[in-house]
């Protein structure tokens, strides 16, 4: 029997960002991220009002997109993993 490890809140929110490296729907971004809808949303917004991630409205759509500072965020935290070896 296979164990499913649950993510933490930090994996869940880096996964948003690596997702978010094109403009996504909050749908499409939910497949990706294998999240449900509602916590998704509370992490794309905490990630907004943080600048990491970008939203824009076109035609009552919303979209997210990794923002520059979002870039470094991600970056330094897979620097980080390859020093650690996971």
């Known amino acids: 029997m296979k164990v499913l490890a649950k993510r933490s809140r930090t994996e869940q ?3 948003v960002l690596d997702a978010c490296m094109v403009p996504l729907k909050v749908t499409t971004l939910m497949y990706r991220t294998n999240m449900n809808c509602v916590v998704l949303k509370e992490f794309a917004e905490e990630l907004v009002g943080k600048g990491l991630l970008t939203k824009t409205v076109i035609r009552k759509r919303v979209f997210f997109r990794i923002s520059a500072s979002g870039y470094a ?9 390859a020093s650690l070896g996971a």
Do not use: D, F, T, Y
């Open 13 to 15: 929110k880096l996964a």
């Open 73 to 81: 965020v991600l970056s330094q935290w897979r620097q980080i993993e």
